[in-house]
C-alpha cells in the first residue's frame, strides 16, 4: 500500500534530486568556462614566450646576466653593511651594559646620601651620631682585640714563669 505522503515525498525526492544534478549541471558549466579562459591565458602566455624565444633572448640574456651580477653586488653590500651593523649593536650593547653598570653603582653611592637630605635634623644628627658610634665600636673592638692579645701574652709569660718556679722549686726539693 503506497499512500499519498509516500508519493508525494517520493516526488520531493525526484525533484530535490534533479534541482541537484541541474546545479551540478551548472557548476560544471562554469568549470569548464573557468577552464577555457585558463586555457586562454595558457595559450596567449605561451605564444608571448615563443615570440620572446625567437626574438629577444639574446638581449634578455645579457640583462639578466647584468642583473644577476647586480644582485650578487648587493647581496655582498648586504651581507657588508650587516655585519658592520652587528658589529656597531654589539659595541652600542656593551656601551650601554657599562654606562648601565656606572650609573647602578653611581646611585648605589649616592642613595644614602639622597635619603638623608630628605630627613629632618634630629634623624640626621642620630644617623651622624650612629656613624660616630660605628667608629668608636670598631675603635674599642680593636682595643679590645689588642688587650686580649696583651692579656694571652701575659698569660703564657705566667704560665712559663710558673712553670720555672716549679721547676725552681723541684730543683731545690732534690737539693
Known amino acids: 500500500v503506497v499512500t499519498r505522503e509516500?508519493?508525494?515525498?517520493?516526488?520531493?525526492?525526484?525533484?530535490?534530486?534533479?534541482?541537484?544534478?541541474?546545479?551540478?549541471?551548472?557548476?560544471?558549466?562554469?568549470?569548464?568556462?573557468?577552464?577555457?579562459q585558463r586555457l586562454s591565458v595558457k595559450q596567449s602566455e605561451r605564444d608571448y614566450w615563443l615570440e620572446y624565444r625567437n626574438v629577444g633572448i639574446k638581449a634578455q640574456a645579457d640583462r639578466i646576466m647584468d642583473l644577476e651580477n647586480d644582485i650578487k653586488e648587493v647581496k655582498d653590500n648586504f651581507h657588508r653593511a650587516t655585519e658592520y651593523y652587528r658589529n656597531t649593536l654589539e659595541a652600542v650593547k656593551e656601551e650601554n651594559d657599562r654606562l648601565i653598570e656606572s650609573h647602578v653603582k653611581l646611585s648605589k653611592e649616592q642613595a644614602p646620601e639622597n635619603a638623608v637630605r630628605y630627613l629632618s635634623k634630629s634623624s640626621r644628627r642620630e644617623i651622624k651620631e650612629n656613624e660616630w658610634l660605628k667608629e668608636e665600636v670598631k675603635m674599642y673592638r680593636k682595643e679590645v682585640s689588642d688587650l686580649k692579645a696583651s692579656i694571652q701574652l701575659l698569660e703564657e709569660e705566667n704560665v712559663n714563669l710558673v712553670a720555672e718556679l716549679i721547676d725552681g722549686k723541684l730543683?731545690?726539693?732534690?737539693?
Open 171 to 175: 730543683q731545690n726539693l732534690t737539693v
Open 6 to 36: 509516500d508519493v508525494e515525498e517520493s516526488l520531493k525526492g525526484m525533484w530535490q534530486y534533479v534541482k541537484d544534478k541541474e546545479q551540478h549541471l551548472k557548476d560544471l558549466h562554469s568549470q569548464i568556462e573557468e577552464t577555457e
